[in-house]
């Protein structure tokens, strides 16, 4: 073993791989972008890509209700009364909540 340490020391020993070794830390390990902050920018990347995702299916949604809305004075009457709880003149609405909802 300890003829495996003296063999390692002596190439380390050597001024181009101990710089090498140096950079390699530093690089590594000490710099700005070292090895830490690549591993949390790319999850991070990765969670915006999947929100992204999320997001464009909610666009693609939205855009079909919005030409489905569009379409016809009559659905947007009935998305108006269903989401906004509007009203004609002559007409009284009774909104009726469940006890278990907040």
């Excluded at 020993?13 to 920018?41: D, M, P, Q, S």
């Excluded at 790319?42 to 030409?67: G, P």
């Amino acid at each position: 073993m300890k003829k495996f340490f003296l063999k390692l020391w002596k190439i380390v020993r050597n001024k181009y791989v101990a710089a090498t070794l140096i950079f390699l830390l530093f690089f590594l390990f000490l710099g700005e972008n070292n090895v830490r902050v690549i591993h949390r920018l790319k999850h991070e990347l990765n969670d915006l890509n999947k929100e992204a995702e999320l997001i464009e299916k909610d666009i693609k949604q939205d855009s079909l209700e919005a030409v489905s809305l569009f379409g016809s004075k009559e659905a947007l009457e009935a998305y108006g009364r269903e989401h906004y709880y509007m009203k004609r003149a002559d007409e009284d609405i009774f909104i009726i909540k469940d006890s278990k909802e907040k």
